[in-house]
């Protein structure tokens, strides 16, 4: 009897003890290696992330030798020659690239539509082909289709080129216009992102420091002025160094302008004013206007459709006020041997990209 009591007690002593000797189940935390039947380990994989199709998951890839893929970042480095494919992920996709490719219909560029992707190849890259390159999903509507901005993949490319520090230019001396509205850039772009880049002026010769604030130094674009006034005037140029070796870049000649945007501001003008019969004539017209800004010129006259008349238009670069820089477009008609029916109402029509200008001018008999 003591002895069943005994063991009794130690029966019960053991249960109430949290000790090594009371086993607790639970259950293997995500991870950690879990031994199949048989004593092999079961290898655990993390679970993929899903697609959102957002900016993140970028589909522009790289192909590379032997079927490999590389996923490009927003910035790319490459050496010139042999050929880079690219492909966006999509049935339907658009393309961007340095429009200078297309200017020149470039045969070394093709781009081609699949079932599954988007493929762009260059072939025989140089530094001159550096820039970026983008493309897009294309979302339809029946027939309306317009570009995805949430699946817009970009890359900027460079074609390292030691003998070609900066992307080569096809000009010796490149205009660049000053607005006090507006950021101008100089735009001496490199090839290799680790060369340092600093903007001299000519004459008088002095350097211009890259502060940060007033001018910024961008790889991708150059150097911009964030508020261009008339003292920026004059011919600029970079220099580059990589590896102590200097280069210099082609000249800019930046200009300031100062004209409001807006319709034409034409004048229009007859020499000489009064003719007679058998005299010839000159009608001009002028417009004043941006430097970038194109005119485009319409005339109705007296005799128009039933006497010859000839037109010739011109552009040139001036100087108005403070060395302000504008642009005098000017179409001029000419008529000679004057008859009857040729006098009467001169009418000219200018028009920029911010709308037209009628004026009207009488030519008399005198």
């Known amino acids: 009897m003591k002895l069943w009591l005994g063991l009794c007690l130690a029966l019960l002593w053991v249960e109430l003890q949290p000790g090594s000797c009371q086993q607790v189940k639970r259950r293997k935390d995500a991870g950690e290696n879990r031994i199949r039947p048989g004593g092999k380990r079961a290898k655990v994989r993390p679970a993929k992330p899903k697609d959102g199709g957002g900016k993140s998951q970028n589909l522009l890839t790289q192909v590379l030798d032997k079927g490999r893929f590389l996923r490009l970042g927003p910035v790319t480095t490459l050496a010139p020659g042999g050929s880079m494919e690219l492909r966006c992920k999509g049935n339907s996709i658009g393309w961007s690239y340095p429009t200078y490719l297309d200017t020149f219909n470039d045969s070394r560029l093709s781009v081609k539509p699949s079932d599954k992707y988007g493929q762009l190849v260059l072939t025989s890259p140089s530094a001159a082909d550096t820039g970026r390159y983008s493309c897009w999903v294309v979302v339809c509507d029946g027939s309306e289709c317009e570009r995805d901005h949430e699946r817009t993949y970009v890359s900027y ?91 210099i870049s082609t000249k800019y000649q930046l200009l300031y302008v100062e004209v409001p945007r807006g319709p034409p501001f034409v004048g229009l003008e007859a020499s000489p004013e009064s003719v007679r019969g058998g005299d010839d004539v000159n009608v001009t017209c002028s417009v004043l206007g941006e430097p970038e800004a194109d005119v485009s010129f319409t005339w109705t006259y007296p005799g128009q459709g ?24 000017q179409s001029v008609l000419t008529l000679e041997d004057m008859e009857t029916i040729d006098f009467g109402n001169y009418v000219c029509k200018a028009k920029n990209r911010d709308g037209e200008t009628i004026v009207t001018t009488d030519i008399v008999s005198r």
């Open 157 to 247: 490319v460079y074609f390292t080129d030691k003998d070609n520090l900066f992307v080569p230019s096809a000009i010796h001396v490149e205009i660049v216009y000053l607005r006090p509205d507006r950021p101008a850039v100089v735009p001496c772009r490199v090839t290799d992102p680790r060369a340092e880049v600093s903007l001299h002026r000519e004459v008088p010769p002095e350097e211009i420091p890259a502060n940060g604030t007033q001018v910024t130094y961008d790889p991708t674009r150059g150097f911009v002025l964030q508020k261009p006034s008339p003292e920026h005037q004059g011919v600029f140029y970079c220099k580059a160094v990589l590896k102590g070796t200097p280069q």
């Open 306 to 329: 039933h006497r010859p008349a000839h037109t010739h238009t011109s552009w040139r670069l001036v100087n108005r006020g403070m060395s302000h820089t504008t642009r005098l477009s």
